[in-house]
């Protein structure tokens, strides 16, 4: 018999507490009686690709746009402090502010529609593991106020799936330049022949020959990977890749269970205004190539976009905030990967005790030298 249940719910078929999703298992765990669950549908890798929307489509239709909900249920909350908005289902609470430690003070309330989620990579890393890696790496940070590694200890960290936004477009790019040729000339220069007098000689000099130069490329991109959250800098978020996308799932409120997830702060549109930016980079390497030669000077690009789809994903980590001394204190861990990313903060005292400590050091080294 297969149990009954209400939806985007997952009660527990021996004991009917929520159910929330096990990083390890890669299956729903109870918390209460410890008994795990297969989840159905998790497709075989490699034939994972998830099916992309029209970008077009969807920029055309403006209004029309295909929003959904991450689940019947789900309920958000904005942070006054920082911005972000956090989605979440009900038994999770929306607890302090992943993103930068705040209380949250606003009640939470049904969440609003939204591009709905295509795909998800699972959580792999579990709590623990995660909280062990981020232990370990706040003990390499000998820096660190201590006062803050005790918070870091005590308040933990939480499972936060981060929204991006995957694009694919079909590319053909005229462009008009230059190629430059190098070749040798031999120049003649006048001395000074070391008696007073003057003398000549040659050398090989190496000169540049420029020819005009224009065509057109074109490339295929595959899944240009935009953060569409701004709650995590940007460098600390890049720092996280690499995420396996050839293992992302159909979406499924089940991943969710236990876990938060932040609503987009990038739209759809300028999410593809950046994924240009990524995609012009490649292409101007491509046109470098392309007109060859020694050097090249690119005067003129006119990039066509065409075919362009997109997918809404969810990436997992595990975060933790703390408000210390007035400041934002972020740790980040990838929670496919266990990769570590956060920022370093100084203790004025250890730093001041630390240079006291080799003033010291040098200053002994300089009187036994004396005698
Ligand atoms: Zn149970
Ligand atoms: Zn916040």
Redesign the pocket.
């Not at 402090?81 to 972000?84: D, I």
């Not at 502010?97 to 705040?102: K, Q, V, Y």
């Given at each position: 018999m297969t149990p009954t249940r209400k939806p985007d719910r997952f009660p527990c078929p021996g004991c009917s507490g929520d159910m929330a999703f096990d990083p390890q298992t890669g299956g729903m765990k109870c918390p209460f009686c410890g008994r795990t669950e297969a989840l159905p549908a998790t497709p075989a890798k490699g034939d994972t690709r998830l099916q992309p929307h029209s970008l077009d489509e969807f920029l055309a239709k403006g209004d029309g746009a295909p929003l959904g909900s991450l689940s019947a249920q789900s309920l958000e909350v904005s942070?006054s402090?920082?911005?972000?908005v956090v989605v979440f289902d009900p038994p999770q609470v929306a607890g302090n502010?992943?993103?930068?430690?705040?209380n949250l003070v606003a009640q939470p309330k049904a969440a609003d529609p939204l591009v709905a989620p295509d795909g998800v990579l699972p959580a792999k890393v579990p709590k623990e593991t995660a909280q062990a890696e981020v232990r370990q790496w706040l003990q390499t940070r000998w820096f660190a106020p201590n006062a803050l590694k005790r918070m870091a200890r005590q308040e933990g960290i939480s499972g936060v799936y981060l929204p991006f936004w995957d694009y694919d477009s079909d590319t053909v790019s005229r462009y008009t330049g230059q190629r430059g040729q190098h070749y040798w000339e031999t120049e003649t220069y006048t001395e000074d022949d070391g008696r007073g007098g003057r003398v000549q000689r040659t050398r090989q000099v190496q000169r540049t020959a420029w020819y005009p130069a224009a065509g057109e490329v074109s490339r295929q991109f595959e899944d240009v990977l935009i953060a569409a959250s701004k709650?995590i800098p940007e460098p600390r978020l890049d720092a996280l890749e690499p995420w396996d996308l050839e293992s992302t799932c159909p979406y499924e409120p089940a991943y969710l269970a236990g876990f938060k997830a932040q609503r987009y702060q990038v739209e759809l549109p300028g999410g593809f205004d950046k994924a240009k930016q990524v995609m012009g980079n490649v292409i101007e390497q491509d046109v470098r190539r392309d007109i060859g030669g020694d050097e090249q000077i690119i005067s003129s690009i006119d990039t066509q976009f065409s075919n362009n789809m997109f997918r809404h994903l969810l990436l997992p980590v595990w975060i933790g905030?703390y408000r210390f001394q007035g400041r934002v204190f972020q740790v980040v861990v990838n929670a496919r990967t266990g990769e570590v990313q956060g920022e370093r903060p100084f203790s004025a005292v250890k730093i001041t005790l630390l240079v006291m400590v080799i003033l010291a050091i040098v200053a002994l080294i300089v009187y036994l030298g004396k005698n």
């Open positions: 942070c402090g920082c911005g972000a502010c992943s993103f930068c430690g705040a709650s905030a």
